[in-house]
Every structure is written in C-alpha cells, then in structure tokens.
C-alpha cells in the first residue's frame, strides 16, 4: 500500500527540512541529491517550499537602486501592510 505524503498515515511528515527532504529521497535505491541539488530544484520551479518562522518576524518591502537595498517605509494600517506583503 502505498502511502500518501503529508497525511496521517504517511510515514513522511508533512513538513520537512531541506536535509531531512535530501535524507528521505536518498533513502530510494540508486538515488542521491544533496541539499544543494534540493534548493536547486526549488529555485527552478519543479519543488515548492514554504517557510515556517519559530518566532514572530518583521516584514518589509525592498528596492534595490543602483545595486543597493533601500527598505521601503511602512505605514500602520493593516491593509497597507498586507499590500506590502503581495508581490
């Protein structure tokens, strides 16, 4: 029987680190990626990954001018702040 990932029967968590993703998909016979080649496949768009924050952070929007970071002004509303948040 084949398990599906991410349910309460899988024996793969729903959700993973980028070594434990790499640890799992070397567990199949003649497999082996490293945590480079996992963000790789991320980075080209054939692997999703969504980020989990332990602790409450602080989001801002950035523009780069002239190959330099300017954080953008906030302001205190939640809609401008949501807004911000799309891209």
């Excluded at 509303?77 to 949501?82: A, D, G, K």
């Amino acid at each position: 029987m084949n398990a599906i990932f991410g349910s309460h029967h899988s024996v793969v968590p729903a959700w993973v680190t980028i070594s434990e993703a790499a640890n799992i998909i070397n567990q199949q016979p003649g497999v082996s990626v490293t945590t480079g080649n996992v963000w790789r496949y991320a980075l080209y768009g054939h692997l999703a990954l969504s980020v989990y924050f332990q602790s409450p952070i602080q989001m801002r929007r950035i523009k780069t001018i002239k190959n330099y970071i300017i954080l953008e002004k906030t302001h205190n509303s939640i809609i401008s702040r949501l807004y911000y948040l799309s891209p």
